[in-house]
């Protein structure tokens, strides 16, 4: 296996380095592609300083889906690994990607313990079954493709600010490619978090949710109940927020136009996306769409 692990990042340059530490001791063999853009933290001349980096990408965009897709395009692996800047891998992180992929897969994940001021988060493996099509799930920041299965799926969907790696396992099962979960591909989160949220841009959300899901199926009963089910376990949640004290009431008519307006235009974007883009790849934004991502590039190899 010749792998390569593309790590984008963002004024992240502390985590960064622990990251890179753990992939100079995990998967020494590996070619290092990170994808730097537009960090204000020192970053650049950080990784310059390393001698374990073998591509440093710089770029304008603040979507970490063209941060993505240019570390891709760098990448010279059979294999390629995405990780994320804030996670380090753990011992027998890279023997399990081999062994997943020797076993036929096209696509592999593991889990991604973060350590947490009450104790430590761990995902596990998630599947589910969209417009009678069986989708595993896999995390964006802790996964590894073969070559070809990246480029049948084009990449990342870089119209996408949140769900990219959901939006890629849909367009994954729809052709029949495998994602294997490896409990051995192990990432962990270095940095303590206190385990709160953060406040949820519902525009962003629904526009997402309801863009992969039309794109990739179109408009058929059961992505309609799933989309309504979305709304209604929202919708539940709101009520109960406001129930318990958590939600002022008057908070509610911008909820609703917030989450409205956002499904309208993923819903609109999705089924223009299909009839642009009538392959089973659905990613007119993707990989292939354009070449001019890095705006310096600085190659070791």
Request: aromatic content about 6%; charged content about 30%; some cysteine.
């Amino acid at each position: 296996m010749d792998l390569s692990v593309v790590v984008p990042t963002l004024n992240g340059r502390e985590e960064l380095g622990a990251c890179l530490d753990s992939l100079s001791e995990h998967a020494p063999g590996a070619e290092v592609v990170v994808v730097n853009g537009p960090s204000a933290d020192g970053t650049t001349g950080m990784v310059r300083e390393r001698d374990d980096v073998d591509v440093l990408l710089e770029i304008a965009d603040r979507n970490r889906n063209a941060a993505r897709n240019a570390g891709i395009a760098a990448a010279s692996g059979d294999v390629v690994a995405l990780l994320g800047y804030d996670l380090c891998v753990e011992e027998g992180w890279s023997e399990a990607i081999a062994s997943s992929l020797d076993d036929g897969a096209d696509v592999v994940t593991g889990p991604v313990h973060q350590s947490m001021a009450v104790g430590t988060a761990t995902e596990r493996e998630e599947t589910r079954t969209v417009a009678g099509q069986e989708v595993t799930y896999f995390d964006g920041d802790n996964v590894a493709f073969t070559g070809e299965a990246i480029r049948a799926i084009d990449g990342f969907d870089e119209y996408l600010e949140t769900g990219a790696a959901r939006d890629g396992s849909h367009r994954l099962a729809t052709m029949d490619r495998e994602v294997a979960w490896n409990g051995r591909m192990c990432a962990r989160g270095e940095f303590e978090t206190d385990g709160g949220h953060t406040e949820r841009d519902r525009g962003r959300e629904y526009r997402s949710f309801a863009y992969r899901l039309t794109k990739t199926y179109g408009v058929r009963p059961s992505v309609a109940r799933r989309i309504a089910g979305r709304v209604v376990a929202d919708a539940v949640g709101g009520v109960k927020s406001v129930a318990v004290g958590d939600l002022d009431p008057s908070a509610c008519p911008g909820r609703i136009r917030e989450g409205g307006g956002g499904l309208f235009a993923g819903v609109k974007d999705g089924l223009t996306t299909r009839v642009r883009d009538r392959r089973p790849v659905r990613n007119p934004h993707g990989l292939s769409a354009r070449f001019d991502r890095a705006v310096e590039t600085y190659d070791w190899r």
